[in-house]
């Protein structure tokens, strides 16, 4: 079984910031309380991270299948549980995309990465429904 590689949350000293570091880079982490701008909340995070790892996943299928990709965004957005601990109940992922790309190629590359190749869809997916859909810009 192979590990993950750890990453590290450090208080800035007030509130509730925090930084976290990974191998990678730095995230500046603050509660929903404190004000924008100040840092990302967790769950913000959460999905940002859902987002970003079907994104790098179909951006990498569609250029093997020599789609012309001109451009890309992916858009997550969730319901949540009023009450704590204020959960994600449901989320949706729309794929913008902007090409002359092919209907079915499209479809096939988000398959792939909502099924087989994103880890973190894969861990999400027995708590929490996840939907999708895309749009194509010519």
């Known amino acids: 079984m192979a590990r993950s590689t750890p990453v590290s949350v ?14 990678h880079g730095t995230i500046a982490l603050a509660s ?3 004000e924008p701008g100040n840092g990302v909340t967790p769950m913000e995070t959460l999905a ?10 179909v951006a990498s299928i569609l ?3 020599r789609q ?9 957005s969730g319901e949540r549980a009023e009450e704590h601990p204020k959960k994600f109940l449901s989320l949706d992922v729309v794929y913008h995309l902007k090409g002359d ?7 096939r590359a988000i398959e792939l990465s909502e099924e087989r ?11 929490v429904p996840i939907a999708s859909s895309y749009v194509i810009e010519r």
Do not use: H, N
Not at 10 to 23: I, M, N, R, V
Not at 71 to 76: K, S
Not at 101 to 107: A, C, N, T, W, Y
């Open 10 to 23: 450090d208080w800035k000293g007030e509130g509730l910031l925090f930084e976290a570091t990974t191998p």
């Open 32 to 34: 929903a309380l404190d």
């Open 48 to 57: 940002t991270a859902l987002g970003a790892c079907t994104a790098m996943d």
């Open 63 to 65: 250029v093997k299948m």
């Open 68 to 76: 012309p990709l001109e451009g890309f965004r992916v858009e997550v």
């Open 101 to 107: 790309l092919d209907e079915r190629k499209v479809e």
């Open 117 to 127: 190749y994103c880890s973190v869809a894969a861990t999400l997916k027995p708590a």
